[in-house]
């Protein structure tokens, strides 16, 4: 038994995720969660239905929305009220140009830093192994 756990694990690929967090000086941060959010407003064009995607309250995403209106000088997300047609979001061209930007932050740092993130990983498994084997 515990040597078919094993090899499961061994075919297992493992890798290794770099997040990166922009603080901008005195106003605010932007990290994967809010750009996640944005992208999901984009996706479902409406605030409510990326809370849900993100199993995320609606107060808290628009609250979140708000502070990134807020943050730059010009709106990163449309919103239009309700009423018959319902209402609904979607990213204005200054939040598409934030998720792409950010995206490429991250791109690069994780490119340019591939091989330290190789070492990391690798320094991790050898450490799981080590576990693995004294609790064996």
């Known amino acids: 038994m515990k040597r078919t756990t094993r ?6 690929q493992q890798t290794i995720r770099l997040q990166v967090r922009v603080d901008l000086p005195g106003t605010g941060r932007i990290g994967p969660g809010k750009i ?28 979140l929305v708000d502070e990134l209106n807020k943050l730059f ?4 997300v449309a919103k239009w009220l309700g009423g018959k047609s319902r209402g609904g979001a979607s990213l204005t061209p200054a939040g598409a140009r934030l998720v792409r930007s950010y995206d490429t932050v991250v791109r690069r740092a994780a490119e340019a830093n591939r091989a330290l993130l190789a070492e990391i990983l690798h320094s991790t ?3 799981g192994r080590a576990a693995q084997r004294r609790s064996a």
């Open 73 to 76: 000088s010009q709106p990163v």
């Open 7 to 12: 090899i499961t694990a061994r075919r297992k």
């Open 36 to 63: 996640e959010l944005l992208r999901q407003i984009g996706e479902h064009q409406s605030i409510a239905a990326a809370a849900r995607a993100m199993d995320m309250s609606y107060r808290r995403a628009w609250l």
């Open 125 to 127: 498994q050898r450490a």
